[in-house]
């Protein structure tokens, strides 16, 4: 199953909404075939690794390892557990349950009931967290990440961009960035930061969607550089547009945008997770409404005292919410802190 993890992080950063999934065929202690899925659309991972044997025959008898229950629908390709039983192995190790309602035990009643001997190891190897999150909660996995000095606040005051993290925290929040499937700033940070939210070093064929909550869209500078790519924008407006726009720009619009709401619309949209990069005052609504299920906190050292504005200013969160340090890294001369809701 180890093998078969690695093969299915060989997908990453292309498989878009799809999970990552790898396999490995086994016959008399030899690897016959490995797999995986390579690309959104594409075969999935059982039918890649059976590609590669010289002659199908090969797989009678034979024990596949697959990190995720195999599929029992027609999607975009045919149900890959009939074509196991097709094939005639013997034996499937399952690394988890598939949660997605269209399959969730199906593929795995159908091995059964050709006769195959099965065993689910209940193991995601870390493999698959917005994907597993989202079927499970019916929503986006939430990220929300900011720089903090030691005193806890997050940005000089005053209009100005304030940089105070070192370039390793930027290359890192890249990497986290190219992992998510939508990207939230608000219309203060717009104006302030005129970020590009882009991921630079494209490694991925689906960028995720750059999300701007605004009050009226149609206030939006033409100029901001948000605008220079091509990848997708969406705008929650509160207001709708009288203007025309490029093709990669969707508005939607509701009067009363908060975080249950967007939550709620990306859920509808099948986007898996979320990463809310600011400014302040976003971040403290989705922190008051509960809505924060990891924390990415880089720590930088220095004291920015004075009238710097502080973490989730003016909103407090209803009662305490409780995180667990899941992972810390030193990026040169800054701290990534990694949290999870517990
Ligand atoms: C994949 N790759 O290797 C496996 C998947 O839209 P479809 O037809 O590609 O089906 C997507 C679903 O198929 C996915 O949510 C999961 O339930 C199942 N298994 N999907 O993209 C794979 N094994
Ligand atoms: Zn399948």
Redesign the pocket.
Known sequence: MNLAWQQARQGQGQ?W???L?G?VIVKSGQILAQG??HH??N??????ALSQLTNLDQAQGATMY?T????S?????PP?ARKLVAVGLARVVIGQL?P?P??AGKGLAILQAAGITTRVLDQSGGLNRA?NFFYLHKRPLITLKYAASLDGKINAAGNERTYFTGPETQNDSQKERAQQQAILVGERTLEVDDPQLTVRKLTTDFPPRRLVLVRDVDQISRQARLFQSAAPIWFLSRRPSQRSWSDNVQIFVDPQWNPLRISQFLAEQGIQSLFVEGGSQVQAHFMAAGLVDRIVLYLAPLLLGGSALPIAQGIAAPQALKYQLQTQQVLGDDLKLEYWRR
Request: proline share 6%; charged share 15%.
């Open positions: 498989t909404t799809n999970p999934v396999v995986y899925h959104f659309g075969s999935h991972a059982e039918i890649d697959v995720l229950e195999p599929c629908h027609t999607g975009k390709t890959c598939d997605n269209l399959v994907y």
